[in-house]
């Protein structure tokens, strides 16, 4: 199993560009996940999935759009990319567990992409 | 909202000096409690998990307790490696909410 991977790995934009990073996952995992990472601040959650043909905003979704064709693949698309949206991104799959009404989720991680826009 | 607050780092330790990282939480139900690591240039990596109160998750010689009367799920290790100097971040889940803490960067020199 590959796991998460994520394409590229670091990407320089310029203000309006657009680019879509690709997020695949092999482990037949229900629910995927994109996150941002600032610099030295937690994860903050863009968009998830929780299965083909469905996704739903997460905290900070302005500036993103996503979409689930298939189970594997969670591409998320920056149409006008702006300074802001210098991050480090990753995306994360998980297989629902519940206890009662607890998720008990493990999420899986991608190495990330850097990004910057300048 | 639900929230995870962590200690602020980072945290410098020598080698074999025991580690402790606060972390607390504030959710309106019961929530799954995690903690996962970064690694230098890599993602996150799922570290050990509690699911209940009075749980105890340990993987690697790391240790959490889920505490519901203080809402609170702190890492210790007994003895850390400079192979252990990483980013840690608390978690919770419940239901479709994931809440991630700032992390913690810890620095062990050997």
């Known amino acids: 199993n590959a796991g998460v991977t994520q394409t590229p790995k670091f990407r320089i934009l310029k203000i309006g560009q657009s680019m879509t990073l690709q997020c695949t996952q092999d482990?037949?995992?229900?629910?995927m996940y994109w996150y941002r990472q600032d610099p030295g601040m937690g994860l903050k959650l863009i968009y998830y999935?929780?299965?083909?043909?469905?996704?739903d905003k997460g905290e900070v979704p302005n500036g993103y759009n996503v979409s689930r064709s298939t189970t594997e693949d969670f591409p998320l698309r920056l149409e006008l990319a702006a300074p802001s949206q210098t991050s480090v991104y990753f995306c994360?799959?998980?297989?629902?567990?519940?206890?009662?009404?607890?998720?008990?989720?493990?999420?899986?991680f991608g190495p990330g992409t850097r990004l910057t826009v300048l | 909202g639900d929230s995870v607050t962590q200690m602020e780092g980072p945290v410098t330790l020598s080698e074999e000096a025991f580690l402790t990282i606060n972390c607390t939480y504030t959710?309106?139900?019961?929530?799954?409690l995690f903690w996962y690591v970064q690694y230098p240039g890599e993602g996150l990596q799922l570290l050990l998990k509690?699911?209940?109160?009075?749980d105890k998750g340990s993987n690697k010689g790391f240790e959490a307790t889920y505490r519901k009367e203080t809402t609170s799920f702190h890492l210790e290790k007994g003895s850390v490696q400079v192979s252990d100097s990483a980013v840690y971040f608390c978690?919770?889940?419940?239901?479709?909410?994931?809440?991630f803490g700032p992390g913690t960067r810890l620095s062990v020199l050997p």
């Open positions: 994360a799959s998980s297989y629902p567990r519940t206890s009662g009404r607890t998720s008990t989720d493990t999420q899986y």
């Open positions: 482990m037949n995992h229900n629910y």
């Open positions: 999935s929780v299965g083909a043909g469905i996704t």
């Open positions: 959710a309106t139900g019961y929530p799954s």
């Open positions: 509690a699911t209940k109160a009075d």
């Open positions: 978690a919770l889940t419940y239901g479709q909410n994931f809440v």
